[in-house]
């Protein structure tokens, strides 16, 4: 006879059989030993036939987990292969959404790797802070040249001097000045990525949830 349960219950099942099975994997005892001379084995200190009707049972009723386990599991893949969610970057199966949640969350079979859009958006940033503080630096240093240079062409009182030589220092500092390259607008990039993922995120959350709660599966 099947059984029928919301995917919020199935869930809750599923992760309670692992540790149930685990439990009992851990403690049962399939195997004793027992000298000719004796009745009972040695470790459970039962009969050879007690032994075997205990042994068989709590293996048969490992079994039966496990097999309650794989049809649960099974209803769980197959109706988040066909109910949809949707999401303000577009419509996913249950379980094309779980995927994706754990690939931006950096989780599932990629680990970290799988989180595109969160490294592009720090290589993004790290870039475009290197760069800034690189053209600062090395802008800060022309600055000093150029002091340097205008102290050796004016002297120290340059309003006794004629003004016009600078515009050779003028013409240095524009010709020699660090500019960063950004064509892509970089923090704007950064933002719009890091906006997508959250909100993204969040919609995936709420819709899985919302339809874990509100479907039933049959096994």
Request: hydrophobic share 35%; aromatic share 6%.
């Amino acid at each position: 006879m099947s059984e029928k349960m919301l995917v919020t219950q199935a869930l809750d099942e599923r992760d309670l059989l692992v540790k149930k099975i685990g439990d009992k994997i851990s403690r049962i005892k399939l195997v004793d030993t027992k000298k000719r001379n004796e009745e009972k084995t040695v470790d459970s200190r039962v009969t050879p036939e007690e032994f075997e009707g205990t042994a068989s049972a709590a293996y048969q009723s490992i079994m039966d987990l496990i097999d309650r386990f794989q049809r649960i599991d099974a209803a769980i893949v197959a109706s988040n292969a066909a109910n949809t969610v949707k999401t303000s970057y577009g419509e996913f199966t249950v379980a094309g959404a779980i995927a994706l949640r754990n690939r931006l969350k950096g989780a599932g079979i990629y680990d970290e790797k799988g989180a595109f859009e969160e490294r592009l958006s720090d290589l993004l940033e790290r870039q475009y802070q290197t760069a800034v503080q690189a053209a600062e630096y090395k802008n800060k240093g022309l600055e000093s040249q150029a002091e340097t240079m205008r102290l050796s062409i004016l002297g120290k009182d340059s309003k006794t001097k004629d003004t016009k030589p600078l515009e050779v220092v003028d013409a240095y500092i524009r010709e020699n000045t660090t500019e960063v390259i950004d064509p892509l607008d970089t923090q704007k990039k950064v933002q719009e990525l890091r906006e997508r993922m959250d909100t993204l995120l969040t919609e995936l959350d709420t819709q899985i949830k919302v339809s874990n709660a509100t479907t039933m599966i049959e096994f």
